[in-house]
């Protein structure tokens, strides 16, 4: 069931709200920075990942570096900033994703199964043009970056399928999750989630006291750093032939942990 769950979810439903999400939504490219940032922070927690498993072998690598990294952007962190921080809080949680997509709907799973210790560029961008999510996301940015848009009667369907995906992500994870009684299933939960979250409130605290932007966009970045990780995890990890049990139980550790972490940053905020 969770593998055809994980089909319908990351061909279909995923992709249908990555099209009505940005539908119409002009990018500037004076704000490319966040973007920076999202991309960023998914390279430096696939490094964090990777050095962590490093003395357990690859296989154990690749596992950390796909479910460390990646935020849940569109599920988790925009109704957030939606219900919050208003239009201003949503264009920078945008812009966040366009950077965190390209690692959670693709980048990620290509460079871990593309891995035998080395770096090559082909395989990886073999395994990311096949990634529809990720062609949908970058076929939207290049729409928002020319000022065009589809035509409504697209967007009023894709915005059909694409509200089932909520739902069907948080389905695919609960079916999907899966706990064997292993003392190291929780080490592996404690470990890797402790480092995502000590790595984003520092770089929280550090984007709303330290970084030059306006009000709205370090409160935004402060959700998107707390937001837990992706929803794509899963399903890739069960396409590479891992644990996908572990990584959906860690995907839901991680929805629990972030509620509390964002709401309480959204109280003192706010």
């Given at each position: ?242 644990d996908f049990g572990l990584a959906s ?22």
């Open positions: 069931d969770f593998h055809v769950l994980s089909k319908i979810v990351i061909k279909i439903t995923l992709t249908a709200a990555i099209v009505t999400n940005f539908s119409g939504r002009e990018m500037q490219t004076s704000m490319l920075l966040l973007t920076l940032m999202g991309f960023g922070f998914g390279v430096l927690m696939m490094i964090v990942g990777s050095v962590m498993y490093l003395p357990q072998g690859r296989e154990r690598q690749a596992f950390a570096m796909l479910n460390a990294s990646g935020c849940n952007i569109g599920n988790f962190a925009m109704p957030f900033a939606q219900g919050f921080l208003g239009p201003v809080g949503v264009i920078a949680v945008s812009l966040f994703d366009c950077g965190n997509s390209m690692i959670c709907l693709g980048g990620a799973y290509s460079i871990v199964k593309s891995g035998d210790g080395k770096f090559r560029i082909k395989p990886i961008l073999n395994n990311l043009v096949h990634s529809i999510p990720l062609m949908t996301y970058i076929f939207m940015t290049i729409l928002g970056l020319l000022h065009l848009s589809l035509p409504a009667p697209v967007v009023e369907f894709a915005g059909i399928v694409g509200n089932a995906n909520a739902f069907m992500a948080m389905l695919m994870i609960g079916v999907g999750f899966h706990l064997n009684g292993d003392p190291s299933q929780i080490g592996d939960i404690i470990k890797i989630l402790g480092v995502r979250y000590i790595i984003g409130i520092a770089l929280a605290l550090a984007a709303y006291f330290i970084l030059p932007l306006p009000l709205e966009y370090r409160q935004a970045l402060v959700i998107v750093f707390l937001a837990p990780v992706a929803s794509a995890n899963p399903p890739f990890t069960a396409q590479m032939g891992s139980a860690i995907n839901s550790v991680s929805i629990i942990a972030s509620i509390v972490l964002i709401t309480t940053a959204l109280v003192i905020m706010l």
